[in-house]
């Protein structure tokens, strides 16, 4: 059962959140858009290769777990919908399809799913009746919250039990990444998804950008 979920209040600790974030499969299309675009500067260190890919099975692993721990059956492409809805707010059907990297017949699909899982619904745009906005429902939002706060005590643990030498060191590289694959700083992100059901204010922003 989803229960309602309020966004984390701001501290001083600084949440290791992005580095995993950067790195977990609901973000694999971000990295592969990133990789298609042939910006390789240079060859990477194959040790940090290594050790990334051992830890993004691990991030996967955590994924599944937080969904599990929820007793969602939702999948991992529809999770990642729900992601780009709350990170980026209503989309329309070709945005969404274009951000999760499929057809947007799969996407619509999806979506039917979603809809009658209660998680998103759909609506007619106020001006151009051809276009249909997807966004988050109430249930789906905050169900993108808990999964979002559990896995962040996931990790939380994993840091305090990996006891991080250089913690800021870390925490720069992780920020770097996260923002290569995509990806919005966590305080941002949770700025974000607080505002994801609001079809209100996205309609006049997507048409702007």
Known sequence: MVTSISAPAASAQKPPTPVAESLLV?????VARYSSRGRRASTPPQP???ALMALSRAMVALTVRSLNELGTDVTLTQYRTLIVLASQGPQR????????SVRPSTVSRMCD???ARG?????????DRRVVWVALTD???DLVGQAMTLRRQLLSDLVAATGVPDAETF???AER???IAGELPDPMWWNQWQRSTDLTRTHSDQKAA
């Open 26 to 30: 609901c973000n694999y299309y971000q």
């Open 48 to 50: 940090a290769v290594d």
């Open 93 to 100: 059907t070709a945005d969404l399809a274009r951000e999760v």
């Open 113 to 115: 799913r979603l809809v």
């Open 119 to 127: 998680l998103v619904r759909r609506q007619p745009d106020d001006t």
């Open 139 to 141: 249930a789906g939002k």
């Open 171 to 173: 925490a720069a590289t």
């Open 177 to 179: 990444l996260a923002t």
